[in-house]
């Protein structure tokens, strides 16, 4: 499992908001043990007008670049059971988190979106947007 710092409205990880997309792809090949299946996305046909996206598959993180910069402008934590997020002195991603659990650690945050269809839960934070399964959502543990 890997284990991610989380510096709010800077970085997740070694994850920089600002990198650009060359420096990530650097330091991904340069660590591709940990880093070993990552999939590129990006618009062949309009590449200005969609962003490029790196998918780190076994962390279950989305790296969404500026397609105009190339610079990170987004983390997604669309598996939060294949992470070891630390923030401060504590890991909150030790359990399945929950609602709560990330609530308490970083505050309040916008409305969020629900999907009915995929049952989960978008949270925006500064620097990433974990996503829960709505069967977490009024659990406390």
Do not use: W
Request: with cysteine.
């Amino acid at each position: 499992m890997t284990e991610l710092v989380v510096k709010p409205e800077v970085a997740l990880g070694p994850f920089e908001l600002g990198s650009s997309v060359r420096t990530v792809v650097q330091y991904i090949r340069q660590n591709n043990r940990t880093y070993n299946k990552a999939i590129t996305k990006f618009n062949e046909e309009d590449p200005l007008g969609m962003n490029i996206c790196i998918d780190l598959v076994n962390q279950g993180l989305e790296l969404r670049f500026s397609p105009v910069s190339q610079r990170l402008e987004l983390i997604r934590i669309y598996d939060l059971t294949s992470v070891r997020l630390i923030y401060g002195d504590s890991d909150f991603s030790s359990r399945t988190p929950t609602f709560l659990s990330v609530h308490s650690k970083f505050g309040p945050t916008s409305a969020g979106h629900y999907s009915d269809s995929k049952e989960t839960y978008m949270l925006h934070y500064p620097v990433c947007k974990p996503l829960l399964h709505s069967r977490y959502f009024l659990s406390t543990s």
